[in-house]
């Protein structure tokens, strides 16, 4: 048994806070345990709730697409989860209290994959992994470093769904982040459009 399942059957006992209660499944998260990406979201959303797996919805798939566009597939080159395992009912925000009860288990799963580069998509990934004071309409496509770590932050798939205008940008900052992958894990990554 990796330490990432046993994380896992962890996760599944947890009940430190309230969602335990109201969500149908548990996301862990997935991916490759060795992915030199790690890309974290906000929380499970209804799609997610039901398959108990990340990014299964409507986001889930625009990412999947842009992520092929960058010569990535989720299950070789990537490892991705939420900072809540459990849906916030009607995709509130996570509360501080849930984030708080939440954020180690994902930072046991950072610390298990030891990526190269973490994508953080939207505010929520934002404001839990770097702090409360960076807005993701400033600072996405910049890097970021922290904790001995590499952030890149981009706009949520949601927020691209929702206004199909962010997709120019948000493209430019996925390139950064394949030239980026070609620097640190794999100078022979092969995509078509970098
Ligand atoms: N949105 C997220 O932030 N995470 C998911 O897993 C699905 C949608
Ligand atoms: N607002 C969000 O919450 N996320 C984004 O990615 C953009 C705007």
Known sequence: MTELISLQEEALQ????QLAKSRNKLVFGEG?????IFIIGE????DEDRQGRPFVG???QLLDKILAACG???QEHIYIGNILKCRPPGN???SPEEAASCMPYLLKQIELVDPKIIILLGASALKHMIGPDLRITKIRGQWI???GRLFMPVYHPSALLRNPALKKETWEDYKNVVMKYRELVDKGHHCEYV
Request: glycine share 12%; net charge positive; with cysteine.
């Open 58 to 60: 409507k986001s889930g």
């Open 145 to 147: 470093e922290h904790n």
């Open 43 to 46: 929380a499970p959303g209804y």
């Open 14 to 17: 947890c009940t430190k806070c």
């Open 72 to 74: 990535f597939k989720r």
């Open 92 to 94: 509130r925000n996570p």
């Open 32 to 36: 490759n345990e060795n992915a030199g």
